[in-house]
Nanobody
Framework: QVQLVESGGGLVQPGGSLRLSCAAS????????MSWYRQAPGKERELVAS????????NYADSVKGRFTISRDNAKNTVYLQMNSLKPEDTAVYYC?????????WGQGTQVTVSS
């Protein structure tokens, strides 16, 4: 059974930091590109960051470059998103995604709220 379980979301003040984790099981984690997406109320889901199967070539949305860092630990079947200098516009549900072309999986999402 494929599972992607996100954790680490919550309420944080502007300028603060959060670290999201996504624990994967039920598939060959190391063979998949892993990504974080987010969806704010009334908006479409957007790609935040992605990382290749071996950990190289991370890509970021322009809106988070220099503030967010994606990483993965293939030994722990986990992908992370370190979020620094958070802004109110980062408020959204953050989703973990595993993609290998034909096969793609989603987590249930974790809420991140940036507010004073």
């Amino acid at each position: 059974q494929v599972q992607l379980v996100e954790s680490g979301g919550g309420l944080v003040q502007p300028g603060g930091s959060l670290r999201l984790s996504c624990a994967a099981s039920g598939f060959t984690f190391s063979a998949y590109v892993m990504s974080w997406y987010r969806q704010a109320p009334g908006k479409e889901r957007e790609l935040v960051a992605s990382i290749s199967s071996y950990g190289g070539g991370p890509n970021y949305a322009d809106s988070v470059k220099g503030r967010f860092t994606i990483s993965r630990d293939n030994a722990k079947n986990t992908v992370y998103l370190q979020m620094n200098s958070l802004k109110p516009e980062d408020t959204a549900v953050y989703y973990c995604n595993a993609d290998r072309g034909v096969f793609a999986y989603w987590g249930q999402g974790t809420q991140v709220t940036v507010s004073s």
